[in-house]
């Protein structure tokens, strides 16, 4: 089964990785990271495939793709 990494408090909170996850296996926190934003985390880890979109367009380069 894939699965992601997020260096949550490397994430400024864009939310690219969200709107490009074709699964929709990430959200946004409610919570804030080190950086005092709101940072993407692994939501449905069964949905995903490992297509690695969210790593893809991430602009910081804060996740990784495990297959």
Request: proline share 6%.
């Amino acid at each position: 089964m894939p699965r992601i990494e997020i260096k949550k408090d490397k994430c400024k909170g864009c939310g690219l990785c969200v709107h490009f996850c074709p699964k929709l296996c990430i959200k946004m926190s409610e919570k804030l990271n080190a950086r005092g934003v709101q940072y993407a985390e692994f939501a449905l880890p069964d949905k995903c495939t490992g297509c690695k979109s969210c790593a893809l367009v991430c602009p910081d380069v804060v996740i990784e793709v495990f297959k």
